[in-house]
């Protein structure tokens, strides 16, 4: 009965809206035509663990899961939509980048078919490319903000996995790359600052070092940064614009 209460007494205040939208603010209606859909500024790429696309499919769209993104890559290149890209889907979960504490809020998710330890089929990896394209040139997103699941997750995610071609897809504009030699970084450059600076959660200075070596390097050791490693992180940070 006290629910029904509630519930009628919750109508009748949308009823006699635009007083007050909720409890605690006092706030007044005065819409505006001027907006329209949020758009994502950032890409997170995903691998679905998974031994086939209908498994990954069943799961990411399975309420009982919970979980989803925006696209699925198949391992043949095919390309299925499971949401629109104005809509917020549940793929990178707990995650932080720059700042950015809802990635999920702000990015579209990419799933690719692949279970996290065999190489990622070229025809998937031009499947890819494309559908990024096209995001790109619609969404207009930089290219810094292209980035693996285990970017935004580090210590908790490690998709897509050292076997990713980040290289390549930087090369097409998707992501941040420097290729040897680097130039040396700036005599007293921190590690830890210059990984947040690109982004990194630093919280777990170890997590955040082994994320962006599985990115950048191709290795996920745990040994401690050497002064190669210090010379890539700067050279990223110099590549580092925030135009499309
Ligand atoms: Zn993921």
Not at 85 to 113: F, K, M, Y
Not at 199 to 213: E, M, S
């Amino acid at each position: 009965l006290r629910l029904l209460v509630l519930l009628a007494c919750v109508s009748a205040l949308t009823a006699c809206a635009p007083a007050i939208q909720r409890p605690g603010v006092a706030t007044v209606l005065a819409p505006t035509p001027n907006k329209d859909a949020r758009r994502a500024n950032f890409v997170i790429l995903h691998h679905t663990s998974n031994n086939t696309a209908a498994k990954a499919l069943e799961i990411l769209t399975s309420a009982q899961k919970g979980v989803s993104a925006h696209y699925l890559v198949g391992r043949n290149g095919t390309i299925w939509q499971l949401a629109d890209e104005q809509d917020r889907t549940w793929h990178a979960g707990a995650s932080w980048w720059g700042g950015q504490t809802d990635v999920n809020s702000a990015s579209i998710g990419v799933e690719l078919d692949n279970n996290g330890a065999e190489p990622y089929a070229e025809v998937q990896i031009r499947a890819l490319l494309g559908l990024l394209r096209d995001i790109r040139q619609r969404l207009r997103i930089p290219a810094a903000n292209f980035l693996g699941h285990g970017d935004v997750a580090p210590g908790r995610k490690v998709d897509p996995g050292a076997n990713f071609p980040w290289r390549e897809l930087a090369l097409a504009g998707f992501g941040l790359w420097c290729d040897p030699p680097y130039p040396a970084a700036p005599a007293g450059l921190d590690n830890a600052l210059a990984l947040r600076a690109l982004g990194y959660d630093t919280g777990r200075p170890d997590a955040a070092l082994r994320a962006f070596r599985r990115h950048f390097v191709g290795t996920e050791s745990g040994d401690p940064v050497t002064s190669e490693e210090r010379n890539l992180m700067s050279c990223l940070l110099g590549k580092r614009t925030f135009t499309d």
